[in-house]
């Protein structure tokens, strides 16, 4: 009844910028908090940003300072604005919402099925 898609990785140069999307569609009622998690090769999935319906935002400390998570709630969209890349953010990325769906109102946690970054030396 829902889906996650992500859009925007790729390779880019050690320094660089991209900014990620996660367009959120389907039945649902509400979206509350939304988050961007990574997961390397060989490595457990990380919290790398998140922000509540109310605009607070949460940063892992390896993020703060290089990247900015915001949303357009009209878009049912969550953006991460990644700068000043390093060879570590490589990862495949992947958006996580906290949704409330239609005519039930349960909650549940939902997943995209994330997107490649690559950041080369």
């Known amino acids: 009844q829902v889906q996650l898609v992500e859009s925007g990785g790729g390779l880019v140069q050690a320094g660089g910028s991209l900014r990620l999307s996660c367009a959120a569609s389907?039945?649902?009622?509400?979206?509350?908090?939304l988050g961007w998690y990574r997961q390397a090769p060989g490595q457990q999935r990380e919290l790398v940003a998140v922000?509540?319906?109310?605009?607070?935002?949460n940063y892992a400390d390896s993020a703060k300072d290089r990247f900015t998570i915001s949303r357009d709630n009209a878009k049912n969209t969550v953006y991460l604005q990644m700068n000043s890349l390093k060879p570590e953010d490589t990862a495949v990325y992947y958006c996580n919402a906290d949704i409330t769906y239609r005519w039930s109102y349960k909650r549940s946690d939902c997943w995209g099925l994330g997107t490649q970054v690559t950041v080369s030396s």
């Open positions: 389907g039945s649902f009622f509400s979206i509350n908090a």
């Open positions: 922000i509540t319906s109310g605009g607070s935002t």
